[in-house]
């Protein structure tokens, strides 16, 4: 089985809220929450992925981010690697162009929400800082 590489991205507002988007019901892990992102190509770097899939799923236009953590699992039909960025500078001011539903809530808040276990870490980092 191959590992897919995952560009995510946390984008945080001025109130220290972080954004998150609900999985299509068709798509592996449908109708979770989830931080945004998408696949990483074969030609892309991860930035130049982030900043595709952002501006696909949400109509930003990605500007700056920093490395926040990398991690990897396996969900028995699928593995995946989680190359997860901090979104430092963003133009636009992001809605679901794909129909996904999105909310901006501060990370404790999320703790009850479902979501793909991969993403599980990112929240506990989220909480941690």
């Known amino acids: 089985m191959a590992l897919v590489t995952v560009a995510v991205g ?3 507002d001025d109130a220290g809220r972080v954004l998150v988007t609900r999985r299509a019901p068709h798509a592996h892990q449908g109708g979770l929450w989830e931080f945004p992102g998408g696949k990483v190509e074969t ?3 991860i930035f130049k992925a982030l900043a595709r899939e952002l501006r696909e799923e949400l109509g930003v236009l990605v500007e700056a981010s920093e490395p926040l953590m ?4 396996d969900y028995g039909d699928k593995q995946v690697r989680l190359d997860v960025h901090r979104v430092t500078r963003w133009w636009g001011e992001p809605r679901g162009l794909e129909g996904q539903p999105l909310a901006w809530q501060q990370p404790e808040q999320l703790q009850d929400w479902a979501f793909p276990a991969a993403n599980r870490p990112i929240l506990e980092r989220l909480l941690s800082d």
Request: proline share 0%; charged share 20%.
């Open 70 to 73: 990398v991690l990897e699992h």
């Open 43 to 45: 030609h892309e770097s």
């Open 10 to 12: 946390i984008l945080i």
